[in-house]
């Protein structure tokens, strides 16, 4: 089936609201490759600063060990990967118990990663580089050892008594204390922990180490929008919102519907009244005046779902939404092909598209799709997927070299729900430990794959001295001299940016498709087997023959006619432009 295909889109430029803030204009970002419409057009990469390089030999990943290895990520040439901005996953202080995401202060850096001055120093090297920062934004909970949090829970009438979901046992109760509800933690458990010093139960979404805010207090609103504009004028590109649809909660904070199915407790339920509340369409359009005053920002959000219907509903201009869809296909052709058609359909023409592969929450694609084969064949296959369909690609650092999950031992557990399971496996386990996604990025040879001399806070990867960054580097095969010649590519095609898609080939194997731009169209065909397999170069009735710009495999052959049957290489994608 050939999927309805559009022009390139062109997505209304943003249109500050002058009137919502009095956010300060940041300079513009010097040797950036796009100007405003960076959201759409270019490529985000994902760090994991606790990962990522560590310049204190603590273990542990930082700010000025990122800082260090900013040219791998953009110096501005086609030696480096050449992307547009950065994702931090959080970079507050926080005790760690969910490593990061429950944040004691959301103002501040945590000295496991640096200082203020460091951060601006980030800022202004990322910058200086061209590439835009991204902060991720815990705004549905604080830790409990938040201060906010330990005097909501000190003082019943105190000015934040109400800035969490605090409720009474519902009344005429004998014995032990019920719930007010029956919702549950995503974590496990139930999601009401009664609280001794306050006299009552509060909600947390995840563990009790993280209590949630109460979104339907206007001071709470107002807090985390003054922190919002102090990173804005800190000179922060853009945000990615943790579980945004859960903020607000019903007011009557009902018992959810059950479900029959679910592997987890939270599985079993319909969240009908713990997300998704219609407020936070309003809360998103006041939100995005605050981070649009200033142009050229852009947010995404982190849909606590995985549904592409649902996403597509709340991303709007400058606001992408993650679907994890394309994280949930097996690899084979007809998935990935589906999934896309019904995600073109869903966000259509006026929604931009994200493409995520893998993040810091789930297994690396590069171990998922590629069943235990130690060769990269799936991983570049995907990474051409990731780089060439519709959306804005965003990167998990580490699968540019391919970097696999890394098994953790039972006692070197670190993810809480992981640890509460005790297990190492989604087979007895109904949380898969996503330590095993987040394991130190392999640089070089040296101690601990150049990470760190210290023995790093996660165990490394057991290939990190052939799979690393200086290895593949000067590999003209490796899957990071692939990524950069497809980002490089994707710069230089703005029918890969924002072109339209329609698809021609969906078989079993075999997953083509065409980028259609005002002034090019790009085909670009994936064949998914260990086997050999084929593709006709169709589609387009004006191109006189075929191109080919970028391909997994070499030699990747002469140019070819129009309508010509090409032979692919078991695992070859390649991309070729209209002649
Ligand atoms: C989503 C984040 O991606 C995940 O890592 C975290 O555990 C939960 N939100 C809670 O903040």
Do not use: C
């Amino acid at each position: 089936m050939a999927l309805e295909s559009f022009p390139e889109s062109t997505l209304p430029s943003p249109t500050p609201d002058a009137a919502a803030t009095s956010v300060r204009r940041p300079p513009p970002v010097a040797g950036a490759a796009f100007g405003e419409d960076w959201w759409q057009r270019g490529v985000v990469y994902q760090v994991y600063p606790r990962s990522f390089a560590d310049s204190t030999g603590d273990g542990v990943g930082d700010l000025p060990g990122l800082i260090e290895h900013l040219d791998h990520l953009n110096d501005g040439t086609s030696r480096s990967l050449g992307v547009d901005a950065i994702w931090l996953s959080p970079i507050y202080p926080s005790p760690g118990l969910d490593v990061g995401y429950d944040v004691s202060d959301h103002a501040a850096i945590d000295p496991l990663f640096g200082t203020l001055d460091d951060f601006d120093r980030l800022i202004a090297e990322a910058h200086r580089r061209g590439i835009r920062v991204i902060l991720d934004l815990v705004m549905n909970h604080t830790s409990s050892a938040h201060p906010w949090f330990g005097e909501s829970r000190s003082n019943r009438s105190g000015p934040r008594a109400d800035w969490y979901i605090w409720r009474d046992p519902p009344p005429g109760f004998r014995g032990r204390r019920p719930r007010p509800n029956n919702w549950v933690s995503f974590f496990g458990g139930p999601a009401w922990t009664w609280d001794p010093v306050r006299g009552q139960f509060y909600l947390h979404t995840f563990l009790p180490e993280q209590p949630d805010l109460n979104w339907r207090n206007p001071e709470v609103r107002e807090a985390m929008l003054g922190i919002v504009r102090g990173w804005l004028e800190r000179g922060v590109d853009g945000f990615r919102l943790d579980v945004f649809n859960a903020f607000f909660k019903h007011p009557e904070l009902r018992s959810n519907p059950r479900r029959v199915l679910g592997r987890r407790a939270y599985d079993r339920q319909r969240h009908s009244y713990d997300k998704d509340q219609p407020e936070m369409h309003d809360f998103l359009t006041e939100f995005r005046s605050v981070v649009d005053a200033g142009g050229g920002r852009m947010t995404v959000g982190e849909l606590f779902a995985t549904e592409a219907r649902r996403a597509g509903s709340y991303a709007a201009d400058r606001h992408l939404v993650f679907d994890f869809h394309l994280i949930e296909q097996s690899w084979r052709a007809d998935s990935f092909a589906a999934a896309t058609a019904e995600r073109e359909a869903i966000f259509g023409r006026d929604r931009w598209p994200t493409v995520v592969l893998s993040n810091h929450d789930q297994s690396r694609h590069a171990s998922r799709l590629s069943g235990g084969r130690r060769d990269d064949a799936v991983v570049k296959a995907a990474a051409v997927l990731l780089l060439t369909l519709r959306g804005t690609p965003f990167l998990y650092y580490g699968e540019e070299i391919g970097l696999r999950d890394v098994p953790i031992p039972r006692a070197e557990i670190v993810d809480p729900p992981a640890r509460r399971g005790g297990a190492i496996s989604r087979r007895i386990s109904p949380w898969w430990n996503r330590d095993q996604a987040r394991a130190p990025m392999p640089w070089g040879e040296g101690a601990n794959g150049g990470f760190s001399p210290h023995r790093p806070w996660l165990r490394m990867a057991p290939d990190a001295s052939i799979r690393n960054v200086a290895a593949q580097s000067v590999d003209p095969a490796s899957a990071l001299s692939l990524y950069r010649r497809l980002i490089w590519l994707r710069r230089e095609h703005p029918a890969l940016q924002t072109g339209g898609y329609r698809q021609i080939a969906a078989s079993k194997d075999v997953f083509g498709y065409l980028r259609l731009g005002r002034e090019e169209t790009l085909l670009v065909a994936v064949n998914f087997a260990d086997a050999a397999g084929w593709v006709r170069l169709d589609g387009h009735p004006r191109a006189g023959g075929w191109s080919p710009l970028v391909g997994t495999h070499a030699p990747i052959g002469p140019g070819r006619g129009a309508g010509e049957r090409v032979a692919l290489r078991p695992n070859e994608a390649i991309v070729f432009a209209a002649t």
